[in-house]
């Protein structure tokens, strides 16, 4: 990745930010299919420097970023994968450039699971994210078969037992909305976790619904208006009050 403050070649800038190769990056500057702020540029060795530039390729502007923070509205019937098995991928519903600068999800959502998702291509956000050790809280709306009850309320706020787990996982908060729906709060992010407690409290989860990750939740803040399919990218306040600093 191109540095902030040292000229750089351009097809070396479209590169980093996914673009194709350097060579493919060579051909869509002479051909001219590349503008820089607005101006037409066919000279490849051309010397930018990031990170005040706007990329138009084709009629479609990107400015450039040193990392890509995005939040995508998941739909169903899409897998957190690059090689997906059964169903379309999440990256079929990003720009194909993203993909080729390394965009991955921030953990993962089941296929049938909906709602926000975060990606990036900055590891250390991801981690700080994703690892368990960090105990993102992770809020969902969950559809149940079967009616709910204070025991099960009680049961996830005091812990259930999973199998092969050591000890019990509590949810951080779990409020009943109507006799088959429930918010509920957990930090862990183990495997299929929140459908495990559910059985394991004596339900069943028929729907899955991601209303928050932190402190970002859909349809607030930077995310107002965005609908299922699409993404947008998380601002510098969002990213602050998800307690990250990029570098």
């Given at each position: 990745m ?22 493919a990056?060579r ?31 084709n ?7 040193r ?22 991928s ?13 965009v ?11 709602g ?12 700080a994210?994703a ?8 809020t ?5 078969r079967?009616?709910?009850d ?19 996982l ?12 429930l ?7 183990k ?14 989860v ?25 993404w ?16």
């Amino acid at each position: 990745m191109p540095t902030l403050d040292k000229p750089q070649p351009l097809e070396r800038l479209l590169q980093s930010q996914g673009f194709g190769s350097r060579k493919a990056c060579r051909q869509l500057v002479e051909t001219g299919q590349v503008k820089v702020n607005g101006h037409p540029c066919s000279q490849a060795n051309t010397l930018f420097t990031p990170p005040s530039l706007t990329f138009t390729i084709n009629a479609a502007s990107w400015p450039w970023r040193r990392h890509l923070y995005l939040a995508l509205y998941k739909p169903a019937g899409f897998e957190c994968s690059r090689a997906p098995q059964h169903h379309s991928s999440i990256f079929s519903l990003l720009p194909p450039h993203f993909m080729e600068r390394g965009v991955q999800p921030v953990g993962r959502l089941d296929a049938d699971t909906t709602g926000l998702l975060l990606l990036t291509d900055d590891g250390n956000f991801n981690h700080a994210l994703a690892s368990p050790k960090r105990h993102v809280p992770k809020t969902y709306r969950v559809a149940v078969r079967h009616p709910v009850d204070e025991a099960q309320i009680s049961a996830l706020l005091t812990g259930v037992q999973l199998h092969d787990e050591p000890a019990p996982l509590v949810a951080l908060a779990a409020e009943k909305l109507t006799d088959t729906t429930l918010d509920l709060t957990i930090d862990q992010g183990k495997y299929h976790q929140v459908k495990r407690m559910l059985a394991a409290a004596g339900n069943r989860v028929e729907g899955l619904h991601r209303l928050a990750m932190g402190t970002l939740q859909l349809d607030e803040g930077c995310l107002v208006g965005l609908t299922e399919g699409q993404w947008r990218e998380i601002d510098a306040t969002a990213l602050s009050q998800l307690g990250y600093t990029p570098s």
